[in-house]
């Protein structure tokens, strides 16, 4: 990547990797001052171009809070940038290796946008002129092995990676979103995540969540592609690193199509406040159905919702804020994006980031009392909630079948001390239908 951070600009501008070209989709101005970042004053505008080609190419890159006009839209109140442009940047991990990388300069996301570092979510673009050159965002294309991206990911833990370390990791991971270690990965010919270990794990957290999404996926989710893979790390100690395929990219014969991208916190209009929102699901499945996600039947959002909502309560997911659900663009519509990040949380973290009916405490009856909200009649919710819940109720088979040891299982069975009550209560769990298109262990 360049070795250089842009000066913050009055004025640049956003483009689209639309059908394999490039293409210019509007303006972003600075009318305030350049720091702090939410003085900025930052406004959009979508440029004549794009406007005037919207029977082929182009759309609406947040069609609740951009939708076409002529006009400037100024960045929401307290905060420094639309929240479309923000999902395009990288959350806690990727933020913190570029401020390491630059330590001496002020940094906003402006700034971290236009860097350039890493292929980027979605298919949005940046740069300070108008040709669009510097919104051409790649992986770097010098070969790299998990081995080493592990050792960089273990020495900026440890702060000790010198700043070419941290150079070469911009080049893979800087712009994904987050707060865990991870990179972009060349893997069979496509784009992936590699997700690293964190040094305040207390069990092997990458094979907790590949056993969780296969756990989703054996119900009916929507899943990516996943792999665990173990590499020698420092002493020649084996590490666990989680491969998860990007679902914002098509692989094609003639390269990769981007999807457009949007996190729930933008289209609900929520940036900021992720982990104190008075939202629930049912807000979510509002939003969802407002993109023109059908409510109902084969692949509705409110069935689908409903078994990521029973996912989250029994694996005791409550990082299940705003940022965690997603919506890409695919066939010239919006739709749910597959789940991500579903991790058991350390006991004690015990209210969800969205609410369910009354609280945020994830009990099982809470969950099905809130399939109301999401369009469904007590009929489909005790239907769907008896063939998901005996699934999820063979957790540790799931577990297992991802090779989480005995010591980590037992310090997980808290974190399923809801689902295990449920089991209890309900005899023993059938057997769940092995996926042909699961990347997942059968059971």
Known sequence: ????????????????????????????????????????????????????????????????????????????????????????????????????????????????????????TGLLGFSTDTSGRSAHDSIDAEPIELEELLRISDAIQENEAAPPEIARLLGHGSSLGGARPKAGFRHKHALWVAKFPHREDDIDVQKAEAACLDMAEAIGIVTPAREVVEVRGAGNAPRTILLVKRFDRIETDNGAVRLAYLSAETVLGRTGGTYNSTLRYGDLMAIATRLGHAAVGAGGAGPEIFRRLLLNVVVHNTDDHLRNHAFIRAGGKWRLSPVFDVVPQAPGNDQMALGLVRTRFPTIAEAIEAARTLALDDEEASASAANALPVLARWREFMAKRGVVDADMRRLAPRFAEIDRWASDHGSARKPKPSSSSSGPSL
């Open 1 to 120: 990547m360049s070795g250089a951070l842009p000066e913050l600009p009055e004025r640049f501008f956003v483009h689209a990797h639309v059908g394999g070209k490039l293409l210019p989709v509007g303006v972003v101005e600075r009318t305030g001052r350049a720091w702090p970042p939410v003085q900025r004053g930052l406004r959009f505008r979508y440029g004549k171009r794009w406007l005037d080609s919207v029977d082929t190419d182009s759309f609406e890159i947040d069609p609740i809070n951009l939708p076409f006009g002529s006009g400037w839209i100024p960045a929401p109140a307290d905060t420094e940038i639309h929240g479309a442009f923000r999902d395009a940047g990288p959350d806690g991990w990727g933020q913190e290796l570029i401020r390491k990388r630059w330590v001496d300069r002020q940094i906003g996301m402006v700034e971290i946008l236009l860097s350039g570092a890493g292929e980027r």
